[in-house]
Protein backbone atom coordinates (compact mmCIF):
# COMPACT_ATOMS: atom_id res chain seq x y z
CA UNK A 1 0.00 0.00 0.00
CA UNK A 2 1.14 3.14 -0.81
CA UNK A 3 2.06 6.19 1.74
CA UNK A 4 -0.82 8.70 0.38
CA UNK A 5 -3.26 5.82 0.48
CA UNK A 6 -2.63 5.03 3.99
CA UNK A 7 -3.42 8.29 5.03
CA UNK A 8 -5.94 8.79 2.33
CA UNK A 9 -7.35 5.41 4.72
CA UNK A 10 -7.16 7.63 7.86
CA UNK A 11 -8.30 10.61 7.15
CA UNK A 12 -11.40 9.35 5.63
CA UNK A 13 -11.65 7.32 8.84
CA UNK A 14 -12.17 10.54 11.13
CA UNK A 15 -15.65 10.05 12.59
CA UNK A 16 -17.18 13.32 13.32
CA UNK A 17 -19.53 11.51 16.44
CA UNK A 18 -15.72 10.84 17.96
CA UNK A 19 -14.82 14.04 18.05
CA UNK A 20 -14.03 15.95 20.96
CA UNK A 21 -15.98 18.99 22.09
CA UNK A 22 -12.79 20.81 22.92
CA UNK A 23 -11.87 19.96 19.09
CA UNK A 24 -14.62 21.59 18.03
CA UNK A 25 -14.52 24.71 20.05
CA UNK A 26 -11.26 25.16 19.41
CA UNK A 27 -11.75 24.82 15.48
CA UNK A 28 -14.94 27.25 15.70
CA UNK A 29 -12.61 30.06 17.21
CA UNK A 30 -9.52 28.72 14.84
CA UNK A 31 -11.95 29.31 11.60
CA UNK A 32 -13.30 32.96 13.11
CA UNK A 33 -10.02 34.29 13.67
CA UNK A 34 -9.01 33.80 10.30
CA UNK A 35 -12.06 35.01 8.41
CA UNK A 36 -11.26 37.59 11.31
CA UNK A 37 -7.86 38.21 10.20
CA UNK A 38 -9.12 38.19 5.86
CA UNK A 39 -11.92 41.14 6.71
CA UNK A 40 -8.51 43.23 7.88
CA UNK A 41 -6.18 42.07 5.19
CA UNK A 42 -8.80 42.50 2.37
CA UNK A 43 -7.76 46.09 2.08
CA UNK A 44 -4.89 45.46 1.92
CA UNK A 45 -2.53 46.22 -1.18
CA UNK A 46 -1.16 42.23 -1.16
CA UNK A 47 -4.90 41.44 -1.55
CA UNK A 48 -5.89 43.96 -4.24
CA UNK A 49 -2.39 43.22 -5.96
CA UNK A 50 -3.37 39.61 -6.23
CA UNK A 51 -6.96 40.27 -7.49
CA UNK A 52 -6.00 42.41 -10.16
CA UNK A 53 -3.05 39.68 -11.24
CA UNK A 54 -5.82 37.09 -11.78
CA UNK A 55 -7.60 39.44 -14.35
CA UNK A 56 -10.82 38.34 -14.36
CA UNK A 57 -13.75 40.00 -13.41
CA UNK A 58 -16.72 39.39 -11.24
CA UNK A 59 -18.58 35.84 -12.06
CA UNK A 60 -22.47 35.63 -11.65
CA UNK A 61 -23.21 33.13 -9.29
CA UNK A 62 -19.42 32.62 -8.08
CA UNK A 63 -18.36 32.90 -4.83
CA UNK A 64 -17.90 35.46 -2.15
CA UNK A 65 -14.44 36.99 -1.60
CA UNK A 66 -14.36 38.27 2.15
CA UNK A 67 -14.46 41.95 2.63
CA UNK A 68 -15.34 43.23 -0.58
CA UNK A 69 -18.15 42.53 -3.18
CA UNK A 70 -16.37 40.74 -6.26
CA UNK A 71 -17.01 37.44 -6.40
CA UNK A 72 -14.91 35.06 -8.40
CA UNK A 73 -14.58 31.21 -9.19
CA UNK A 74 -13.99 28.73 -6.45
CA UNK A 75 -10.58 28.57 -7.21
CA UNK A 76 -9.57 32.33 -7.44
CA UNK A 77 -11.44 33.05 -4.50
CA UNK A 78 -9.91 30.39 -1.96
CA UNK A 79 -6.48 31.64 -3.40
CA UNK A 80 -7.52 35.31 -2.95
CA UNK A 81 -9.33 34.64 0.80
CA UNK A 82 -6.27 32.88 1.84
CA UNK A 83 -3.74 35.65 0.46
CA UNK A 84 -6.49 38.15 2.36
CA UNK A 85 -6.10 35.89 5.13
CA UNK A 86 -2.53 35.99 5.69
CA UNK A 87 -1.73 39.19 4.54
CA UNK A 88 -1.14 40.68 8.10
CA UNK A 89 0.47 37.76 9.51
CA UNK A 90 -2.59 37.95 12.55
CA UNK A 91 -3.81 34.23 11.84
CA UNK A 92 -3.57 31.12 13.94
CA UNK A 93 -0.35 29.09 14.36
CA UNK A 94 -0.05 25.24 14.77
CA UNK A 95 2.64 23.67 16.95
CA UNK A 96 3.10 20.25 14.87
CA UNK A 97 2.99 21.97 11.55
CA UNK A 98 5.43 24.65 12.65
CA UNK A 99 2.93 27.22 10.39
CA UNK A 100 -0.48 28.37 9.79
CA UNK A 101 -3.03 25.79 8.90
CA UNK A 102 -6.47 27.75 8.98
CA UNK A 103 -5.56 29.93 6.50
CA UNK A 104 -5.06 27.28 3.91
CA UNK A 105 -7.94 24.76 4.68
CA UNK A 106 -10.43 26.91 5.63
CA UNK A 107 -10.17 29.48 1.89
CA UNK A 108 -10.48 26.29 0.26
CA UNK A 109 -13.33 24.72 1.64
CA UNK A 110 -15.45 27.72 2.53
CA UNK A 111 -15.35 28.22 -1.26
CA UNK A 112 -16.29 24.66 -2.21
CA UNK A 113 -19.27 24.86 0.79
CA UNK A 114 -20.48 27.93 -0.42
CA UNK A 115 -20.65 26.90 -4.15
CA UNK A 116 -22.12 23.98 -2.78
CA UNK A 117 -24.41 25.30 -0.30
CA UNK A 118 -23.49 22.79 2.13
CA UNK A 119 -24.03 23.57 6.35
CA UNK A 120 -21.92 25.13 9.14
CA UNK A 121 -21.32 21.76 10.31
CA UNK A 122 -20.07 20.20 7.03
CA UNK A 123 -17.69 23.38 7.14
CA UNK A 124 -16.41 22.57 10.95
CA UNK A 125 -16.24 18.52 10.15
CA UNK A 126 -14.01 19.42 6.97
CA UNK A 127 -11.74 21.86 8.57
CA UNK A 128 -11.23 19.45 11.89
CA UNK A 129 -10.34 16.47 9.00
CA UNK A 130 -7.82 19.13 7.31
CA UNK A 131 -5.88 20.06 10.56
CA UNK A 132 -5.74 16.23 11.40
CA UNK A 133 -4.49 15.26 7.94
CA UNK A 134 -1.68 18.82 7.85
CA UNK A 135 -0.67 18.13 10.93
CA UNK A 136 -0.13 14.29 11.14
CA UNK A 137 2.25 14.45 7.52
CA UNK A 138 3.81 17.41 9.56
CA UNK A 139 4.98 15.03 12.50
CA UNK A 140 6.64 12.66 9.97
CA UNK A 141 8.94 15.44 8.66
CA UNK A 142 9.38 18.64 11.18
CA UNK A 143 11.35 20.27 12.30
CA UNK A 144 13.67 19.67 9.97
CA UNK A 145 11.64 20.25 6.98
CA UNK A 146 10.42 23.58 8.03
CA UNK A 147 14.93 24.57 9.56
CA UNK A 148 15.72 23.71 5.72
CA UNK A 149 13.77 26.82 4.83
CA UNK A 150 10.34 25.30 3.17
CA UNK A 151 6.85 27.47 4.52
CA UNK A 152 5.55 23.98 6.13
CA UNK A 153 2.13 27.14 6.07
CA UNK A 154 1.70 26.24 2.16
CA UNK A 155 3.86 22.94 2.01
CA UNK A 156 2.18 21.01 4.68
CA UNK A 157 -0.91 22.82 4.79
CA UNK A 158 -1.93 22.28 1.37
CA UNK A 159 -2.37 18.68 2.31
CA UNK A 160 -4.95 19.94 4.32
CA UNK A 161 -7.17 21.66 2.56
CA UNK A 162 -6.78 18.67 -0.06
CA UNK A 163 -8.37 16.65 2.51
CA UNK A 164 -11.24 18.51 3.84
CA UNK A 165 -12.33 19.44 0.71
CA UNK A 166 -11.98 15.67 -0.13
CA UNK A 167 -14.42 15.04 3.48
CA UNK A 168 -16.97 18.20 1.35
CA UNK A 169 -16.50 15.90 -2.04
CA UNK A 170 -16.94 12.54 -0.29
CA UNK A 171 -13.60 11.20 -2.40
CA UNK A 172 -13.24 7.77 -2.09
CA UNK A 173 -9.96 6.46 0.23
CA UNK A 174 -8.47 5.93 -3.77
CA UNK A 175 -9.36 9.34 -5.08
CA UNK A 176 -8.18 10.88 -1.58
CA UNK A 177 -5.07 9.38 -2.21
CA UNK A 178 -5.06 10.75 -5.56
CA UNK A 179 -5.70 14.32 -4.61
CA UNK A 180 -2.98 13.95 -1.90
CA UNK A 181 -0.45 12.80 -4.84
CA UNK A 182 -1.10 15.72 -6.92
CA UNK A 183 -0.49 18.10 -3.98
CA UNK A 184 2.98 16.74 -3.84
CA UNK A 185 3.51 18.24 -7.00
CA UNK A 186 1.50 21.56 -5.90
CA UNK A 187 3.61 22.02 -2.91
CA UNK A 188 6.01 25.36 -2.69
CA UNK A 189 6.70 28.07 -0.52
CA UNK A 190 10.17 28.98 0.91
CA UNK A 191 11.72 31.29 3.59
CA UNK A 192 13.65 33.69 1.56
CA UNK A 193 10.50 34.83 0.41
CA UNK A 194 9.34 36.63 3.85
CA UNK A 195 8.59 39.86 4.83
CA UNK A 196 7.63 40.58 1.47
CA UNK A 197 4.39 39.99 -0.26
CA UNK A 198 5.18 36.54 -1.68
CA UNK A 199 4.71 34.92 1.86
CA UNK A 200 0.87 35.24 2.14
CA UNK A 201 0.41 34.65 -1.66
CA UNK A 202 2.22 31.01 -1.02
CA UNK A 203 -0.92 30.77 1.30
CA UNK A 204 -3.47 31.90 -1.29
CA UNK A 205 -1.70 29.32 -3.85
CA UNK A 206 -1.54 26.28 -1.49
CA UNK A 207 -5.38 26.93 -0.75
CA UNK A 208 -6.21 27.18 -4.65
CA UNK A 209 -3.96 24.71 -5.06
CA UNK A 210 -5.72 21.86 -2.51
CA UNK A 211 -8.89 22.72 -3.69
CA UNK A 212 -7.75 21.95 -7.10
CA UNK A 213 -6.17 18.50 -6.56
CA UNK A 214 -10.01 17.52 -4.74
CA UNK A 215 -11.40 18.57 -7.93
CA UNK A 216 -9.43 16.80 -10.44
CA UNK A 217 -9.33 13.86 -8.25
CA UNK A 218 -13.10 14.00 -8.13
CA UNK A 219 -13.05 14.42 -11.73
CA UNK A 220 -10.60 10.85 -12.04
CA UNK A 221 -7.65 12.64 -13.14
CA UNK A 222 -4.47 10.71 -11.74
CA UNK A 223 -1.39 10.61 -10.04
CA UNK A 224 1.41 8.35 -8.68
CA UNK A 225 0.56 6.45 -6.12
CA UNK A 226 3.83 7.39 -4.74
CA UNK A 227 4.07 10.55 -5.08
CA UNK A 228 5.50 11.05 -1.33
CA UNK A 229 7.70 7.56 -0.62
CA UNK A 230 9.33 7.48 -4.49
CA UNK A 231 13.24 8.36 -4.55
CA UNK A 232 12.77 11.24 -6.02
CA UNK A 233 9.49 12.14 -3.90
CA UNK A 234 8.00 14.42 -1.31
CA UNK A 235 9.88 13.01 1.53
CA UNK A 236 13.45 12.66 -0.32
CA UNK A 237 13.67 15.88 -2.10
CA UNK A 238 11.43 18.26 0.57
CA UNK A 239 13.55 16.53 3.62
CA UNK A 240 16.43 14.03 2.01
CA UNK A 241 17.40 10.43 3.41
CA UNK A 242 17.20 10.27 6.91
CA UNK A 243 15.68 13.53 7.60
CA UNK A 244 11.64 12.45 7.96
CA UNK A 245 10.08 9.57 9.50
CA UNK A 246 7.35 7.99 7.30
CA UNK A 247 5.85 5.93 10.04
CA UNK A 248 4.84 8.96 12.52
CA UNK A 249 2.62 10.00 9.59
CA UNK A 250 0.44 7.13 10.18
CA UNK A 251 0.22 7.26 13.71
CA UNK A 252 -2.40 8.14 16.28
CA UNK A 253 -4.48 9.87 13.98
CA UNK A 254 -7.67 10.97 16.18
CA UNK A 255 -6.30 9.62 19.58
CA UNK A 256 -6.51 12.25 20.29
CA UNK A 257 -7.00 14.85 17.65
CA UNK A 258 -4.35 17.57 17.11
CA UNK A 259 -6.85 19.90 17.82
CA UNK A 260 -7.03 18.44 21.28
CA UNK A 261 -3.38 18.81 21.74
CA UNK A 262 -1.14 20.52 21.16
CA UNK A 263 -3.62 22.40 19.15
CA UNK A 264 -3.83 25.60 17.66
CA UNK A 265 -1.93 28.80 18.96
CA UNK A 266 -4.06 32.35 18.41
CA UNK A 267 -2.18 35.15 17.77
CA UNK A 268 -2.57 38.39 19.40
CA UNK A 269 -0.40 40.65 17.63
CA UNK A 270 0.23 40.81 13.85
CA UNK A 271 3.53 39.69 13.68
CA UNK A 272 5.52 36.44 13.51
CA UNK A 273 4.43 34.16 16.05
CA UNK A 274 8.30 33.43 16.66
CA UNK A 275 8.60 36.73 18.26
CA UNK A 276 5.36 36.90 20.65
CA UNK A 277 6.72 35.27 23.48
CA UNK A 278 9.65 37.54 24.24
CA UNK A 279 6.54 40.63 23.04
CA UNK A 280 4.53 39.07 25.99
CA UNK A 281 7.40 39.12 28.37
CA UNK A 282 8.70 42.75 27.31
CA UNK A 283 5.30 44.36 27.72
CA UNK A 284 5.50 42.37 31.33
CA UNK A 285 8.22 44.87 31.72
CA UNK A 286 6.84 48.20 30.24
CA UNK A 287 3.63 47.34 32.53
CA UNK A 288 5.04 47.30 35.42
CA UNK A 289 8.14 49.55 35.68
CA UNK A 290 6.39 51.87 32.65
CA UNK A 291 10.28 52.93 31.56
CA UNK A 292 11.43 55.88 29.61
CA UNK A 293 13.05 54.45 26.15
CA UNK A 294 16.10 56.78 26.96
CA UNK A 295 16.75 55.20 30.34
CA UNK A 296 17.15 51.59 28.33
CA UNK A 297 21.16 50.45 28.22
CA UNK A 298 21.10 47.05 26.56
CA UNK A 299 18.22 44.52 26.45
CA UNK A 300 18.94 40.84 25.96
CA UNK A 301 16.06 38.47 23.88
CA UNK A 302 16.75 34.38 25.19
CA UNK A 303 14.82 32.35 23.24
CA UNK A 304 15.23 28.76 21.20
CA UNK A 305 17.53 28.64 18.28
CA UNK A 306 14.31 27.72 16.12
CA UNK A 307 12.79 31.42 16.87
CA UNK A 308 15.75 33.33 16.38
CA UNK A 309 16.16 32.38 12.85
CA UNK A 310 17.49 34.48 9.73
CA UNK A 311 13.48 36.06 8.72
CA UNK A 312 13.23 36.65 12.84
CA UNK A 313 16.75 38.65 13.09
CA UNK A 314 16.50 41.38 10.78
CA UNK A 315 15.91 44.91 10.99
CA UNK A 316 12.48 46.29 10.21
CA UNK A 317 12.89 48.66 6.64
CA UNK A 318 9.33 48.70 5.55
CA UNK A 319 5.94 47.47 6.99
CA UNK A 320 6.43 44.30 6.15
CA UNK A 321 9.52 44.22 7.03
CA UNK A 322 8.68 45.14 10.65
CA UNK A 323 6.25 41.99 10.91
CA UNK A 324 9.47 39.61 10.93
CA UNK A 325 11.12 41.50 13.66
CA UNK A 326 12.16 40.53 16.83
CA UNK A 327 13.78 43.80 17.44
CA UNK A 328 11.45 45.92 16.07
CA UNK A 329 8.55 44.33 18.35
CA UNK A 330 10.01 43.73 21.36
CA UNK A 331 11.54 47.24 20.72
CA UNK A 332 7.96 48.66 20.51
CA UNK A 333 6.32 47.05 23.81
CA UNK A 334 9.08 48.28 25.57
CA UNK A 335 8.44 52.08 24.08
CA UNK A 336 4.79 52.18 23.86
CA UNK A 337 3.32 49.12 26.59
CA UNK A 338 1.43 48.05 23.51
CA UNK A 339 1.65 46.43 20.33
CA UNK A 340 -1.02 46.94 18.08
CA UNK A 341 -1.82 46.24 13.98
CA UNK A 342 -1.45 50.30 13.31
CA UNK A 343 2.16 49.20 14.84
CA UNK A 344 2.85 47.32 11.92
CA UNK A 345 1.48 49.67 8.89
CA UNK A 346 2.56 52.80 6.88
CA UNK A 347 5.76 54.15 8.73
CA UNK A 348 5.11 52.78 12.38
CA UNK A 349 8.44 51.51 11.93
CA UNK A 350 10.57 54.46 11.44
CA UNK A 351 9.65 55.51 14.97
CA UNK A 352 12.90 56.92 16.20
CA UNK A 353 12.36 56.43 19.91
CA UNK A 354 11.54 52.40 18.60
CA UNK A 355 14.78 52.66 16.58
CA UNK A 356 17.02 53.89 18.78
CA UNK A 357 16.12 50.93 21.37
CA UNK A 358 16.37 48.35 18.29
CA UNK A 359 19.81 48.90 18.17
CA UNK A 360 20.15 48.61 22.00
CA UNK A 361 19.05 44.67 21.52
CA UNK A 362 20.65 41.20 21.37
CA UNK A 363 19.82 37.63 21.36
CA UNK A 364 20.83 34.62 22.97
CA UNK A 365 19.77 31.25 22.18
CA UNK A 366 19.31 28.24 24.19
CA UNK A 367 18.38 24.36 22.87
CA UNK A 368 15.50 23.57 25.37
CA UNK A 369 12.82 21.99 23.56
CA UNK A 370 10.73 22.10 26.44
CA UNK A 371 10.73 25.82 26.05
CA UNK A 372 10.12 26.35 22.61
CA UNK A 373 8.23 29.35 22.55
CA UNK A 374 8.88 31.42 25.55
CA UNK A 375 11.46 33.48 26.16
CA UNK A 376 13.34 35.84 28.82
CA UNK A 377 13.86 39.54 28.00
CA UNK A 378 16.16 41.39 30.44
CA UNK A 379 16.58 44.60 30.39
CA UNK A 380 19.43 46.93 31.70
CA UNK A 381 19.01 50.62 32.92
CA UNK A 382 21.69 53.21 32.07
CA UNK A 383 22.01 53.09 36.05
CA UNK A 384 22.28 49.58 36.28
CA UNK A 385 18.75 48.21 37.46
CA UNK A 386 18.44 45.48 35.35
CA UNK A 387 14.65 44.46 34.99
CA UNK A 388 13.95 40.88 33.74
CA UNK A 389 10.41 39.23 32.92
CA UNK A 390 10.01 35.18 31.50
CA UNK A 391 7.03 33.62 29.92
CA UNK A 392 7.04 29.99 29.73
CA UNK A 393 4.76 30.68 26.24
CA UNK A 394 2.96 33.12 24.87
CA UNK A 395 -1.15 33.50 25.97
CA UNK A 396 -2.76 31.91 23.54
CA UNK A 397 -0.43 29.18 22.69
CA UNK A 398 -2.60 25.98 22.42
CA UNK A 399 -5.80 24.81 24.79
CA UNK A 400 -3.72 24.81 27.65
CA UNK A 401 -3.51 28.67 27.86
CA UNK A 402 -6.19 29.57 25.54
CA UNK A 403 -7.46 33.66 24.45
CA UNK A 404 -10.24 34.50 26.86
CA UNK A 405 -13.31 34.85 24.33
CA UNK A 406 -13.40 38.52 25.17
CA UNK A 407 -10.56 38.93 23.72
CA UNK A 408 -10.79 37.18 20.88
CA UNK A 409 -13.90 39.11 20.17
CA UNK A 410 -12.40 42.17 20.00
CA UNK A 411 -9.58 40.74 17.85
CA UNK A 412 -12.28 39.94 15.44
CA UNK A 413 -14.52 42.89 15.61
CA UNK A 414 -10.89 45.22 15.02
CA UNK A 415 -10.39 43.08 11.93
CA UNK A 416 -13.60 42.62 10.63
CA UNK A 417 -14.28 46.42 11.16
CA UNK A 418 -11.43 47.22 8.35
CA UNK A 419 -13.94 45.92 5.72
CA UNK A 420 -17.25 45.57 6.73
CA UNK A 421 -20.09 48.09 8.76
CA UNK A 422 -19.71 47.78 12.60
CA UNK A 423 -23.36 46.43 12.41
CA UNK A 424 -22.21 43.32 10.71
CA UNK A 425 -19.65 42.56 13.00
CA UNK A 426 -20.84 41.30 16.18
CA UNK A 427 -23.97 39.37 14.46
CA UNK A 428 -21.19 37.45 12.05
CA UNK A 429 -18.96 36.55 15.09
CA UNK A 430 -21.82 34.71 17.05
CA UNK A 431 -22.37 33.31 13.93
CA UNK A 432 -18.99 31.85 13.45
CA UNK A 433 -18.83 31.05 16.73
CA UNK A 434 -22.06 28.72 16.84
CA UNK A 435 -20.81 27.39 13.14
CA UNK A 436 -21.81 24.11 13.44
CA UNK A 437 -25.44 25.41 13.66
CA UNK A 438 -25.51 28.01 10.93
CA UNK A 439 -27.89 26.09 7.76
CA UNK A 440 -26.09 27.34 5.02
CA UNK A 441 -22.75 28.28 4.21
CA UNK A 442 -23.58 30.46 1.12
CA UNK A 443 -25.61 32.62 3.70
CA UNK A 444 -22.72 33.08 6.22
CA UNK A 445 -20.04 33.37 3.26
CA UNK A 446 -22.57 36.28 1.76
CA UNK A 447 -22.26 37.71 5.08
CA UNK A 448 -18.78 38.53 5.27
CA UNK A 449 -18.97 40.41 2.49
CA UNK A 450 -19.11 43.98 1.85
CA UNK A 451 -21.36 46.64 -0.08
CA UNK A 452 -18.31 48.94 -0.13
CA UNK A 453 -16.43 50.01 -3.03
CA UNK A 454 -14.46 46.57 -4.99
CA UNK A 455 -11.17 46.02 -3.87
CA UNK A 456 -9.93 46.49 -7.55
CA UNK A 457 -11.00 49.98 -7.10
CA UNK A 458 -8.64 50.64 -4.94
CA UNK A 459 -6.17 49.13 -5.68
Known sequence: MSLALDIARRANALD????????????KVAIADMLGCALAGAPESTTSLALAGLAVGNVAGGCSVLGVSERLRPLDAALVNGTSGHALDFDDTSKSLAGHPTVI???????????QDLTGKDLLD????????????????????????????????????????????????????????????????VKSNFGSQTKPLHAGLAAR??????????????????AFEHPQGFLEVFN????????????GWGAPLDLDGPGISIKKYA?????????????????EHRIDASQIGKVTVTMHRRRLLPHVMRKAENPLDAKFSLQYAVARALVDGRVSLEHFEGTAYRDPHVRDVMERIETQAHDDDS???????????????????????????????????????????????????????????DRLVALEAQPSV?????????????????A
Not at 211 to 219: D, T
Open 240 to 251: GTGNYDAQRMLE
Open 209 to 226: NGLFAALLASEGFDASPV
Open 371 to 429: NDYGATVSVRLRDGTVLEHSVPAPLGRGPEIPLPLPMLRAKFEDCARRSLDAAQVGPLF
Open 105 to 115: IVPAALALAEQ
Open 126 to 189: AYIVGVETATRIARGVNFHHYEKGWHPTATLGIFGAAAACGRLLKLDDQALATALSLCVSFASG
Open 16 to 27: PGSFSQTARETA
Open 271 to 287: CVYSVHGAVDAALAIAG
Open 442 to 458: RDLAIGMTSSRAALSAA
